[in-house]
């Protein structure tokens, strides 16, 4: 099951990405001392009462207008549109209407999806009378909030939540592994797809998926079971021409919303971009395992150091990522294609892992004597004991008696050694340290 898209849209400056921030914001990320671990403010997900769901935030809705910027964001709107399950149409509460109005909610309603009016910009009780303007428009019902001053906000979140529902994942959903294939338009995606399951060896099924236009692949192969996510989205053109790249990655964040692996594919005549970043990024911030797939290496004049000079490159430019294997392929020839399927079985036993509380206070023991832990206001830090207390990925809490002293460098220090006791070395290894 996919969890729920809401996009926010309107007309500029009425406060959408105000009321964006205000409802991702309060999410607690993976703390990173390294540069370039990027959260793309287009797209984040947002928790209501046990509830999940994916936020998308638009530019400024502006119909039928000939300003070439403005005609960017509405193209970026319908794309959000169409993504959709659920649309927040934001009004600025304070202002007086005009026909932009008028048309943008006869362009929702032919969406024939849920839509939400909210009056934005209701900051207290004596301006709750301006509402009264957008009856008009013929609209039933208008929730009056104030995102720069969170009023009205649990109203609101109360309303999305009634078309969102909480999923669970069972036995036989979690025995599959779920790969999403990511990345820039024209790096490969479809033909590696194609390469796989093109395959006369692989026994393949297409299952429909459970968003409203995603159709997941399943195949078998050498005995391990893979669903490649939304292949159909992957293979088709889009169907709008997005003049704002940054807009296409919103469909790979939706794909790694649902999987186990991201395959991140990389395009060697290009090297590293800040889209690639933005999206191995979000993968690795939401405690992905990461593949990442250097497509189009048939292209590329090559030596003995090539290869080496250019997987230097890739963990410069993407710190955060030390830990991802990094493969060369040809998805147009079939170069090693087949060689990531193996990566990926490696990468998913890691992902699923556990380890007795003994082994793990065993190894701290041992990591400590090893390096010992700072001194923090004149006391010595000490650990007490470890355990995992979650798989995909494998987070471990130590306890400890002054968390707050234990610096990023001794943090990385510890991840790293229990990555290399463990044998987690392809995977995110998340590290919790709390007191006792």
């Not at 169409?82 to 309603?109: K, N, S, W």
């Not at 990442?292 to 290496?297: F, Q, S």
């Not at 087949?338 to 992902?351: N, P, V």
Request: proline residues 3%; aromatic residues 10%; neutral net charge.
């Amino acid at each position: 099951m996919s969890r729920t898209t809401v996009s926010i849209v309107g007309k500029p400056n009425v406060g959408k990405s105000t009321l964006f921030n205000r409802l991702v914001g309060g999410r607690s990320a993976i703390t990173e001392d390294f540069e370039g671990v990027t959260r793309d403010r287009i797209y984040g997900s947002c928790t209501w009462l046990q509830k999940s769901f994916s936020l998308i935030d638009t530019g400024g809705f502006m119909p039928d207008t000939d300003d070439p910027m403005l005609s960017s964001m509405q193209l970026q709107t319908q794309f959000a549109i169409e993504e959709a399950d659920v649309i927040l149409c934001l009004f600025d509460g304070q202002a007086e209407l005009t026909m932009t109005d008028y048309e943008i909610v006869t362009r929702l309603r032919q969406s024939k999806k849920p839509v939400y009016y909210v009056a934005n910009k209701i900051d207290g009780p004596e301006h709750e009378a301006k509402i009264f303007d957008l009856y008009h428009l013929g609209i039933a019902n208008i929730i009056p909030i104030s995102a720069e001053h969170k009023r009205g906000l649990d109203e609101l979140l109360d309303r999305v939540c009634e078309h969102v529902q909480v999923i669970k994942d069972d036995e036989q959903d979690n025995a599959v592994m779920r790969i999403a294939v990511v990345g820039r338009p024209n790096a490969g995606k479809s033909s590696l797809i194609n390469q796989l399951l093109g395959q006369e060896r692989m026994l393949v099924t297409d299952i429909a998926g459970t968003t409203r236009d995603a159709i997941d692949s399943d195949f078998s192969f050498n005995g391990s079971h893979y669903t490649f996510i939304d292949t159909a989205g992957i293979r088709r053109k889009s169907k709008i021409t997005d003049p704002v790249e940054r807009y296409s990655v919103v469909r790979a964040f939706k794909s790694i919303d649902r999987s186990h692996i991201a395959f991140v594919m990389l395009d060697a005549t290009q090297g590293v971009t800040d889209q690639d970043a933005r999206i191995a990024g979000y993968a690795h911030n939401n405690g992905r395992a990461v593949l990442l797939l250097v497509n189009k290496w048939d292209l590329i004049e090559k030596d003995t150091s090539t290869a080496g000079n250019f997987a230097i490159d890739i963990k410069y430019k993407l710190k955060y990522l030390d830990y991802a294997p990094i493969i060369f392929v040809s998805a147009l020839t079939g170069q090693r294609v087949l060689k990531t399927l193996a990566l990926a079985d490696s990468m998913f036993a890691q992902y699923n892992k556990r380890v007795s509380t003994s082994k793990i206070n065993t190894a701290l023991q041992e990591i400590v004597q090893q390096h010992h832990p700072p001194v923090y206001k004149g006391h010595q830090v000490k650990f007490y004991y470890g355990t995992q207390n979650a798989v995909r990925p494998p987070t471990l809490t130590l306890f400890c008696n002054y968390p707050d002293g234990v610096h990023f460098s001794y943090r990385r220090y510890l991840t790293n050694q229990f990555r290399e006791y463990f044998g987690f070395h392809e995977i995110p290894l998340h590290l919790r340290i709390q007191a006792r």
